[in-house]
């Protein structure tokens, strides 16, 4: 009863904040992005391209947002999963799937230049599936296993804002580095701070979760029947409670990807979307 309290008062709420947080200026079709399952892996730093995957992470590809150009990274297994970008978008770094004649997993990671048209595999056979970061950083956010870790000048710092006994999905950290993004399933998506202090609740109906800037996070609405997806929108969300639904109820919005200035998402029928907005 008292979970049910909440959801609902949650609801109310967000129906009250309801404003506009985005004005979408456009939308741009993405044909040539598209798998028969299309799922967007990342946009660019730079809003230039974005890289697309398929639903079950087989395959990488880089498809310009001026040209409409597309141009295949990989076809491995695995490839399109936690894929990092460098800031100024000239590199990635991605894995690719490998097994021995024991069926054993393990992975290969690769860096792609585009700028060189080079790709050179930096490490193989690892366990790890993390992708290793293009660039050093002083502050990373590792979400593995369903657990959070901040690495603060390489030392790894386990946090649990919501108790150790949840599983964390979808963490990132807002782009400043002051504030962590994460989902926990019959939690709903929160924000805390770097050291897993402070948690605020975002919003039960904002799964896949992503920054946009550092005061707010897009997502998807999605509603499903107990084995398909039958409704799917784009949301925003600030962190001061705003509300608002981005695409139409006629198509079935999943995974986005964000950057100032644009919104990317997937369909469950295989096309690619960016939303232009300001």
């Known amino acids: 009863m008292k979970k049910t309290f909440i959801l609902i008062a949650a609801c109310f709420m967000s129906m009250i904040a309801s404003a506009q947080i985005l004005?979408?200026?456009s939308m741009q079709h993405l044909p040539a992005a598209s798998y028969d399952d299309a799922r967007v892996a990342a946009i660019s730093p730079m809003g230039d391209y974005?890289?697309?995957?398929?639903?079950?992470?087989?395959?990488?590809?880089?498809?310009?947002?001026t040209s409409g150009q597309t141009n295949v990274i990989s076809k491995a297994e695995g490839a399109g999963y936690d894929v990092k970008?460098?800031?100024?978008?000239?590199?990635?770094?991605?894995r690719e799937a490998k097994y021995d004649i024991h069926n054993n997993q393990t992975y290969n990671f690769v860096r792609a230049n585009f700028q060189a048209n080079t790709k050179s595999i930096v490490a193989k056979k690892q366990n790890s599936n993390i992708t290793p970061l293009v660039e050093k950083a002083n502050i990373v956010l590792i979400n593995d296993e369903c657990k959070l870790w901040i690495e603060k000048n390489g030392k790894k710092i386990?946090?649990?804002?919501?108790?150790?006994?949840v599983n964390y999905i979808w963490g990132s950290l807002s782009p400043d580095k002051t504030k962590i993004l994460y989902y926990v399933s019959e939690l709903g998506c929160h924000v805390?701070?770097?050291?897993?202090?402070?948690?605020?609740?975002?919003?039960?109906?904002c799964t896949a979760p992503c920054w946009y800037d550092n005061n707010t996070i897009i997502a998807m609405n999605d509603q499903d029947d107990g084995t398909y997806t039958?409704?799917?929108s784009i949301v925003a969300y600030t962190l001061d409670g705003k509300y608002q639904v981005l695409t139409s109820p006629d198509m079935i919005a999943m995974y986005p990807a964000a950057v100032n200035g644009k919104v990317v998402f997937s369909t469950t029928q295989g096309e690619t979307y960016v939303l232009n907005v300001k």
Do not use: Y
Request: charged share 20%.
């Open 23 to 25: 004005e979408v200026v």
């Open 85 to 94: 970008i460098s800031h100024d978008g000239k590199e990635l770094m991605f």
């Open 192 to 205: 805390c701070d770097i050291n897993g202090k402070n948690s605020q609740f975002i919003g039960w109906d």
């Open 158 to 165: 386990a946090i649990a804002p919501q108790g150790e006994e």
């Open 50 to 65: 974005v890289l697309m995957t398929s639903g079950s992470f087989i395959g990488l590809q880089r498809v310009d947002l």
């Open 230 to 232: 039958i409704s799917s």
